[in-house]
Nanobody, 127 residues
Framework: QVQLVESGGGLVQAGGSLRLSCAASGRTFSSYSMGWFRQAPGKERELVAGISARGWSTYYTDSVKGRFTISRDNAKNTVYLQMNSLKPEDTAIYYC????????????????????WGQGTQVTVSS
């Protein structure tokens, strides 16, 4: 069973940046799409970004387009989320998630294709 461990969260002022990392166990990391979700207090978990298995295709929810960048290093079994121009409304617990095998690029924005999550890392943006 895959294990996902997030790191890189913290407290940052509005306008600042953070880079989240997610290390995955197993030797088949490069076969699966990956994604980042977030959940703010009192809200549903939201899919923020997704990336295809080889990194050729990405998805972003509208609220983070132009500010967040998802990337992956398959040699290191790691996926990243670079977050720039952070806003207080970005405050949430951020979760790394593994997508299903051979996820189509057009499906990266479908939250139902992700079936394993890490424990999460807290991101707090102060105004």
């Amino acid at each position: 069973q895959v294990q996902l461990v997030e790191s890189g969260g913290g407290l940052v002022q509005a306008g600042g940046s953070l880079r989240l990392s997610c290390a995955a166990s197993g030797r088949t990391f490069s076969s699966y799409s990956m994604g980042w979700f977030r959940q703010a207090p009192g809200k549903e978990r939201e899919l923020v970004a997704g990336i295809s298995a080889r990194g050729w295709s990405t998805y972003y929810t509208d609220s983070v387009k132009g500010r967040f960048t998802i990337s992956r290093d398959n040699a290191k079994n790691t996926v990243y989320l670079q977050m720039n121009s952070l806003k207080p409304e970005d405050t949430a617990i951020y979760y790394c998630a593994r997508g299903q095998l051979a996820t189509a690029a057009t499906a990266l924005g479908d939250k139902n294709v992700y079936d394993y999550w890490g424990q999460g890392t807290q991101v707090t943006v102060s105004s």
